[in-house]
């Protein structure tokens, strides 16, 4: 047998991990991986950051407790206990998912960097080339760093660099405005460190509804430094401080930079055109609904394909490709109509289908409401005066087209809106046929919902509800 060839190749141990199902019992796969063992969620992403985040709540908490009449004081924050705490729990599992793949009975790790030489020909930066009759790419996305700071030479962090520091920052510059710069900045701050945020738009996380980005772009200004509509035009280090000369004409100096303006797709490392491959004008892999890609027997999906960058979105797309390698005359589509996502900043973010604006550019027919957390019971327990349900539905079937949280805990209760708008349930039906437990901050999404008018009994908007 030849021992460089394969029945599959998976590039990619993030989502492209999960691909190897008992559907693949006796067959020979290979697993490369160029980095830290798991993907970006695990090690750089999702997991780590919301373990931080967690911990910034709990400080945010203490300090905040005099409002509720509980007198408390934060006596400090021990950087490294926390950061310990997390990564003493999270490279363990990476390591252990390593060593799972290089002794598993049916897999074969190749721990170094591939790339297409050939149609379906991989050569690894460890020395081997390998072919395969199937190959999934699922190689992610990494940060992406402005020419100006990347050929300044003065240090930065990024994502990927910046929870595994071995200090605090004294003061913390961060370039970017979208939801990795909100999750730092609110991170940080918890943690006592001043935070100053450079964003070329006038607002952040702009891609929430305009109406949620210009009310949390107001509270972030009350927390954190915000310095919008300009650019980093030059960067240099002097005596340990940052000095960061924007667009503006002003300066601005820090001890710490991380840079938090989006991240680009792994396609350009893989010498795709080799393979066959095609990719997108914005450099994504380009596939078909299936994850199929332009060669014949290369799939992909994840970061480096999707135009969501969500761990939930590639752990989807990643059973739909195992069900359809397993299952080529009965192939499952990706369905990424309903996509939801939060922001676990301060106040948290959470969002699924359409943007006012979204609906309004369609030139859909849509009400909106918006439904305030202190308007209710919970509400008034927690002394809240900025959370916001928003709904936006469709006043001719009662569907909802979108629905936007502001708020404590609001990446949990969007989820019976994300269930609403994914099965087709009309506002009537959400709001009327099931219990809402009182005194529940579940009350806001209820409470949203009734705000809509309709007739109950043909569950749509009453008449003139425009």
């Not at 972030?220 to 667009?247: F, P, Y």
């Amino acid at each position: 047998m030849d021992n460089t060839h394969f029945d599959l190749a998976i590039v990619g141990t993030g989502s492209g991990n999960s691909l190897v199902t008992p559907n693949f019992d006796g067959q020979r796969i290979a697993i490369i991986e160029s980095g830290t063992f798991g993907g970006t969620c695990l090690n750089v992403g999702c997991i780590p950051t919301k373990m931080y985040v967690y911990a910034a709540e709990v400080a945010n908490t203490v300090r905040s407790a005099a409002r509720y009449g509980i007198d408390a004081s934060l006596d400090g924050v021990r950087w490294r206990d926390i950061r310990d705490r997390i990564f003493t729990r999270i490279d363990p599992i990476s390591e252990a998912g390593k060593r799972y793949r290089q002794a598993g009975p049916n897999t074969t790790a190749f721990l170094g960097h591939a790339e297409f030489t050939a149609p379906r020909t991989l050569s690894i930066s460890t020395g081997e080339v390998i072919t395969a009759d199937r190959i999934v790419l699922a190689t992610g996305a990494r940060p992406a760093v402005p020419a100006q700071i990347a050929g300044s030479g003065v240090p930065f962090h990024t994502s990927d660099t910046i929870m595994r520091i071995d200090a605090l920052p004294r003061h913390l510059i961060i370039v970017g405005g979208g939801y990795i710069a909100a999750e730092f900045a609110h991170v940080f701050s918890a943690f006592g460190v001043p935070v100053t945020i450079i964003n070329r738009s006038t607002q952040l996380v702009r891609a929430a509804d305009s109406e949620i980005s210009h009310r949390f772009t107001e509270l972030a200004g009350r927390r954190w430094r915000l310095r919008l509509g300009c650019e980093v035009r030059s960067a240099r280090e002097r005596d340990g401080e940052l000095a960061l000369g924007l667009t503006d004409g002003s300066e601005v100096t820090g001890d710490c930079l991380l840079v938090a303006t989006g991240r680009i797709p792994n396609s350009d490392r893989l010498n795709l055109a080799a393979g066959g491959v095609e990719v997108l004008p914005d450099g994504r892999i380009k596939a078909d609904p299936y994850g199929r890609t332009t060669a014949e027997g290369v799939w992909t999906l994840g970061d480096v394909s999707s135009p969501h960058q969500l761990k939930h979105v590639a752990n989807a797309e990643a059973r739909c490709v195992a069900h359809n390698l397993a299952h080529p005359d009965r192939l499952h589509a990706f369905d990424e109509r309903f996509v939801p996502s939060a922001v676990f900043t301060d106040p948290q973010l959470a969002s699924v289908g359409l943007t006012e604006d979204q609906a309004k550019a369609q030139g859909l027919a849509y009400r909106a409401v918006v439904q305030h957390y202190g308007d209710t019971a919970y509400g008034w327990a927690m002394e809240d005066t900025t959370g916001i349900c928003k709904l936006v539905a469709d006043p001719r079937t009662g569907l909802l087209l979108g629905a936007h949280l502001m708020g404590y805990q609001a990446s949990n209760l969007i989820q019976p809106l994300v269930q609403a708008i994914s099965f087709g349930q009309t506002v009537a039906d959400v709001a009327r046929l099931q219990y809402w437990i009182h005194p529940a901050l579940m009350e806001v999404v209820e409470n949203a919902l009734l705000k809509f008018r309709f007739d109950e009994q043909d569950a749509v908007f009453a008449p003139g509800e425009l």
